[in-house]
C-alpha cells in the first residue's frame, strides 16, 4: 500500500523514469506492444485491466531452457546474490554507461573562472584570485570584506608554505636533518628523521621552489620570509580588479550601492548627481520618494526620474550572466477539453507506456523449469514475478485515481474553462475526496506536481484548490479570482493618484459585492508583487 501510494505521487517525468527502471531490472515486466491487428492495447483502469494486460500472445514461441534463462537474468539483471566474475563485456557498459551520462550544469564560479583561464598571472596571484572568485555568491557579490579575505588566505598561506619552509630548509641539508626531541624530563635530544621524511617534506614543498644547493642551502632557505606568509588586502584587491576588467565590472561588491557605483564609470554616468543619488538615496528611489530626492539634490523631478531610468539599465546582479540556469521543464499529464458545456478529461499516455507480464513465465518449458531448478532459483523468480504483478497494477490504479479526481475536478471548476481565473470557485480537497470516495491524502498525493492542460493554458492541479469568501449576492468568490480583480483595479487607476488599499476594497465591494478587510488586501497586493499606492505614483 505505501509504494502503491508513492507511486501515485510521483510526477509524470519521475513516473517516465520509474517505468524505464522497473523494465531494465524486471524481465518479467515489458511493454505490450501493438497487436496484429494494428491496434494498441489500451486500458480503462478497470479491475480487470490488468488481466488484459498480462494477455499472452504465442505461448510456444521461442521459449527458452531455464539454464539459458537464469544465465542471461544473472548476467543482465542480477541482484548480486550469486557470485559473477567480471569481464571486458561488464566494463566495456560500465564504460559506455558513464559517458553517456550527462554532465552536471556549469556553476557560476567555474563559468567565471573558465573566463578568467587566459589571463597571465604567477602562481600566487592566481590562487588569490580564485580564493575571491569562490568567495561570490550568486548574485557575484562579496560576503566579507577584503580585509578578511586577506586574513583567511594568511592562514591558508602559514599552513602551505609555512611548513613547506621549514621542510625545505631541512632537506638543504648534506644528511638527514635531526629532530628535536623532548624527553619527560625536559631535556632535548636528537634523534634522526624516519625514512622518507625528505621525500615528504619536497611534495608539500612549493613548485616554483629551486632544486636545493649544497652550497647555497643557507641563502636558498631564506627565500620564504615572513612577509611571503602574508596575503595583504592590497593583493586581494588588485583580483578584485583584474576580475572586473575582464569579466564584469560590478562583481565583487559588497552591496548594491557598490555594485552600481562600480558600474558608472563605465556607463558614461560618472557625475557627481548619480553618485549622490546611489550614495544616498537608494531607500528614496525604493519608495518612490521623487520630491524628497528632488529637493536634497537641487534637481527637479523630472532630472530625476530621468536619472533613476539610467540606473534602471545598470545591472544589480552582475553574477547572474554566468554558469547553467536549469529551467524547469512542465510535462501537463491531465488533458482538459471543453466544448458545448462537456468536460473531457484524459490523461498522456505517451510517456507511460501500457505495461504486461512476459508471456514466458506462462509457458510449460518455464513451469518445468521452475519446478526442477534450486529454490534461490525459485525465490528469485518468484520475487520478480510478484513485482511486476504488483507494479502493474500501481499503474493502473495510479491512472484510474487521477482521472476520477481530475475529471470531478474540473467539473466543479467549469467556470473557469469558459471565462478564466475570475471564475475560479472556492474548492478544498475535502470536497473532491468526498466525491470520488476516497481520502484526502490520497487526492493531495494525487494532484501534487502534476500539470493540466486546459483550453486556458497549463496550470498545476494544486492551483484549482482555494479558498475563497461569500459575495453579498450569495455567490462565492475564490481567493484568485479576487486578487484577479484587484489586479485589474490597479491597473484602471490613474497613476497619478493611485488608489490606497481602503480604496481597493471599497471597489471591491461596491463593483463585485465582495466584502474584505483593507488588510486583506494588502496581503493580497502584495502576494502579487504589487506597489504600495506611495510607489505606483507617477510624477
Known sequence: MIQAMQILQLPLLELSERIEQELTENPFLEVAESGADGDAPTSDGSADGAERNAEV??????????????????????????????????????????????????????????????????????????????????????????????????????????????????????????????????????????????????????????????????????????????????????????????????????????????????????????????????DDIRANRLPQIAKATGHDIEDVKAAIELLQRLDPSPGSGFGEVTAEVIHPEVMVEYEDGVVNVRLDRERTPSLRMNPMYQTQTFRKMLKEGSKEDRDWAKKRLEGASWFIDAILQRESTLKRISRALFERQKGFLERGKEALKPLRMQEIADEVGVHISTVSRAVAGKYAQTPRGIFSLKFFFTGGTTKTSGEEASQISIKERIKKIVAAEDHKKPLSDEAIAKALEEEDGIKIARRTVTKYRKALEIPSSTQRKQY
Not at 162 to 173: F, V
Open 57 to 282: 500472445v504465442d505461448r510456444s514461441d521461442g521459449a527458452e531452457s531455464m539454464l539459458e534463462l537464469f544465465d542471461r537474468i544473472e548476467r543482465d539483471h542480477g541482484d548480486g546474490s550469486r557470485m559473477r566474475a567480471s569481464s571486458g563485456e561488464d566494463g566495456d557498459r560500465k564504460y559506455e554507461a558513464m559517458m553517456n551520462a550527462p554532465e552536471g550544469a556549469i556553476t557560476f564560479a567555474e563559468a567565471l573562472l573558465a573566463q578568467l583561464g587566459p589571463i597571465e598571472l604567477s602562481e600566487r596571484e592566481r590562487t588569490v584570485l580564485e580564493y575571491v572568485v569562490w568567495s561570490l555568491d550568486e548574485r557575484g557579490y562579496l560576503t566579507e570584506t577584503p580585509a578578511t579575505l586577506a586574513a583567511e588566505l594568511t592562514l591558508e598561506v602559514q599552513r602551505t608554505l609555512g611548513s613547506a619552509s621549514s621542510t625545505t630548509a631541512a632537506i638543504l641539508d648534506e644528511g638527514p636533518a635531526p629532530a628535536v626531541i623532548v624527553d619527560d624530563s625536559g631535556e632535548q635530544s636528537d634523534q634522526p628523521d624516519p625514512p622518507n621524511s625528505s621525500a615528504a617534506g619536497a611534495a608539500i614543498a612549493p613548485e616554483s621552489e629551486s632544486p636545493p644547493d649544497p652550497e647555497h642551502g643557507e641563502a636558498e632557505s631564506q627565500d620564504l620570509d615572513a612577509d611571503e606568509l602574508v596575503v595583504t588586502e592590497d593583493e586581494v584587491r588588485d583580483a578584485l580588479e583584474r576580475l572586473r576588467e575582464t569579466a564584469h565590472p560590478g562583481l565583487g561588491a559588497l552591496d548594491l550601492a557598490e555594485c552600481l557605483l562600480l558600474q558608472l564609470p563605465g556607463a558614461g554616468l560618472w557625475s557627481p548627481f548619480m553618485r549622490a543619488l546611489v550614495t544616498n538615496h537608494l
